[in-house]
């Protein structure tokens, strides 16, 4: 399984940025998760948002709830991490991963991707 992610950039408090995530090389269930992470300097890795291939089953982390919206194309096996009302807080690298279980947490990944810089400047 390949997971590309994209999208990242340089934008201002207060904008707005939406990250794509392409997978390829497997056929995934409806009960497989595609998870967004990231990881600011100095800090550990941290969920942000996921969803099921299904779409049954979404979360997000409390600091981006309201601001950060998942959503998938499953025809494309593609999944978008759409950012809005960013802060400086939210800048880090985002990494997308898969997940054929049930827990959204960084050692219950089975796939990454690599990750993709996102800077919010003050």
């Known amino acids: 399984v390949q997971l590309q992610a994209s999208g990242g950039g340089l934008v201002k408090a207060g904008g707005s940025l939406r990250l794509s995530c392409a997978a390829s090389g497997r056929t995934f269930s409806s009960r497989d998760a595609m998870v967004w992470f990231r990881q600011a300097p100095g800090k550990e890795r941290e969920f942000v948002a996921g969803t099921s291939w299904s779409g049954g089953n979404t979360g997000y982390a409390d600091s981006v709830k309201g601001r950060f919206t998942i959503s998938r194309d499953n025809a494309m096996n593609t999944v978008y991490l759409q950012m809005n009302s960013l802060k400086p807080e939210d800048t880090a690298v985002y990494y997308c991963?898969?997940?054929?279980?049930?827990?959204?947490?960084?050692?219950?990944?089975?796939?990454w991707g690599k990750g993709t810089q996102v800077t919010v400047s003050s």
């Open positions: 991963a898969a997940t054929f279980g049930i827990r959204w947490s960084p050692g219950n990944m089975d796939y």
